[in-house]
DNA sequence: TTGCGTGCCGAAACCGGTTTCGGCTAACGT
DNA sequence: ACGTTAGCCGAAACCGGTTTCGGCACGCAA
């Protein structure tokens, strides 16, 4: 209701100009006289001319518009990290007042066929794909459809398209030396289903820093679960009730984290003095777990920022390959982490006090 | 690169056809006889036909599109609720084949002049408000626009809109009760910068069940502060330092209630024993508090998905003063809440022993 | 045979912008 | 005084669809 907003052609009427006139004016064209384009700019403005969006990224052939696609698990456990990306993202977009799209893939329809729907339909000029599988479809997808996109994570060959990822490997090495400087020896893994890249990574640098630290690995130790606190409770649930249970567990995920530490409060265990367990994400909420959860922190604040520089960057003509960004993640200790004890029911180790 | 996508123009040569025709065709009028129909949704899905979005809705006339506004406040603690609300509202739009945009007012610009711009650039059918002022001119302005909208929450006089929102009022009353059903006579008030409407009236149901319980009301005991779990930390502190503390707090949100545990620990006084804490909101992290968080839990996993058929009604025509949806939240003892005990440093009230 | 619907499709206007091109006017040089 | 050249603006095509309208060809009844 209401008269439909002032289009170009009622703001040319208005100045006595033809649409083409004031197109140009409005748009900076050097052959309009500099008193003709602030009249037009003004009378613009006066009258609060915006113009249409539809109508004008059809004329310029580009819809101006980029799409996040939501990864699918919801549910109570929700990701608490969207908001943030979207947040880096649309502070990208914006600077050149572009459109941010999100969407999840409709379950009717099938994650591909949605993508294929809306690429070809000239919605969007890029697309955000978040934590990719280890060999996933959508990449190639994209890919054939040649429609420029960035990967929030990595796949497992991920040289031919641009990425902005955290070295999930490394950090799992480093947790790994961190408990082994404490004592450790035996040491549980909780992961997730190896189709995720990044679990498979994580688990890479587990068994790495196993043997970099000169441990055996035991297939025993690692426990894959859905990524849910009931699955990381599960998890070290089966892993406190081996023979020789393992003196600390490493954690695929902060909310798995806080599960395992349900397992250990069921035991009667106290988490950070008789059995470490070291999270990743540095999910600010371990903070108050029952004790605090020490984590590997990933420096997720910019993710959304740079993947959002990076996706216009390649869709104005950059090569995709050049666009490879691998953060680290730093341990952050607060209070599951510490030396091994003796009465830990298992291989007697010689007690030693590390210091903190 | 690559040939741009085939559009009406290609589909209809290779036909031999024209637009008009096909157009008719695959949108099921009545004036194309059923042999050429079925050969052109044949060719077109052959072909992969997809109709250029842009352009069709220019032509239609409608964005097809709604947008949800960010709230801004994101940093370390984001939003878990977002993803949530995201995915409902994407299930409601995708039964039609809608878009969801996403927009977090443009800093430089600001909220108002960002709204306006997006209503008056056509981009958009309707808007979803998050977590609304108490009198926010978003409401007025998307009211003066004639922009179908709905809001998430409410606002101090909420008549003549849609809005979708849970009792907070009835939700600290409950609370209240609770704690005073627990022989809790000296109660705190945790809360958020009364500018926000849910703060307000999270107080007001604070009050009410005051009164209702014949309990004093004193000033001192509500502190207002930022709703991060450093904020929670603070205003319990405030509150624990006076002459005679309380035996119970009531937070406005579950990180300020995790914050205030904070408080409470670094005092020696342990919660749920000594000092009862409740939260609102209901988070999942909460189960994994020092101790578990008793909360009031909002059923929120539906909001998105209900305030997304309410804005499409509405854009259908629907009155949007029909649209008030109340949810309550009911109450999930987790183990912050218990009896008041007789060794807290202030009056000494008769225990008693309620049942749980 | 003529006339008249009816079924089916093409022509063209339109949505609201952008952009190329051409022409008019005024100033300029010679 | 006259041709040239900028400077400035209007005309028109285009982006890729949708929708109204008109007309051709056929079948049917008179």
Chains 1, 2 share one sequence.
């Not at 696609?69 to 456990?77: K, S, V, Y």
């Not at 908001?83 to 941010?100: S, T, V």
């Not at 954690?251 to 069921?266: F, K, Q, R, S, Y």
């Not at 993710?303 to 952050?332: N, Y």
């Amino acid at each position: 209701m209401g008269e439909r907003s002032v289009n170009l052609k009622a703001l040319a009427a208005h100045l006595g100009l033809t649409v083409s006139t004031v197109s140009r004016a409005l748009n900076n064209y050097p052959d309009i006289s500099p008193a003709t384009r602030k009249r037009v700019k003004q009378a613009a403005d006066q009258l609060g001319y915006r113009p249409n969006q539809n109508a004008r990224r059809l004329s310029i052939g580009t819809p101006e518009t980029v799409c996040y696609l939501m990864p699918r698990q919801i549910g109570p456990n929700a990701q608490p990290f969207v908001a943030q990306l979207l947040a880096g993202l649309g502070e990208a977009l914006n600077e050149r007042n572009w459109d941010l799209l999100v969407s999840q893939a409709d379950a009717s329809v099938g994650d591909l066929a949605s993508i294929e729907r809306l690429v070809k339909s000239g919605r969007i000029a890029g697309l955000v794909i978040s934590r990719p599988l280890k060999n996933d479809p959508r990449v190639k997808l994209m890919q054939s459809l040649g429609c420029p996109f960035v990967v929030h994570g990595r796949t497992e060959k991920s040289d031919d398209y641009a990425w902005y990822d955290v070295d999930g490997e490394d950090a799992f090495v480093t947790a790994v030396n961190h408990l082994a400087r404490l004592g450790h020896r035996r040491i549980g893994f909780i992961g997730a289903p190896l189709q995720y890249q990044f679990a498979q990574e994580r688990l890479d640098g587990y068994m790495r820093g196993l043997s970099h630290n000169g441990l055996a690995q035991a297939p025993e130790l690692v426990q894959i679960a859905e990524f849910t606190d009931e699955g990381g409770t599960a998890a070290a649930g089966l892993l406190m009730d081996l023979a020789v249970h393992p003196t600390a567990l490493v954690c695929v995920t902060d909310m798995m984290a806080l599960g395992a530490l349900e397992a250990l409060h069921a035991r009667g265990i106290m988490p950070g003095k008789d059995v470490s367990v070291i999270g990743y994400d540095g999910l600010h909420f371990g903070k108050h777990a029952h004790p605090p959860l020490t984590t590997m922190a990933q420096p997720q604040a910019h993710a959304g920022r740079r993947l959002g520089d990076m996706l216009l960057s390649i869709i104005d003509g950059a090569d995709p390959t050049k666009f490879h960004e691998l953060q680290r993640a730093h341990l952050v200790q607060r209070s599951t982490d510490g030396p091994v004890t003796g009465n830990a029911g298992q291989i007697n180790v010689s007690e030693r006090e590390d210091s903190r």
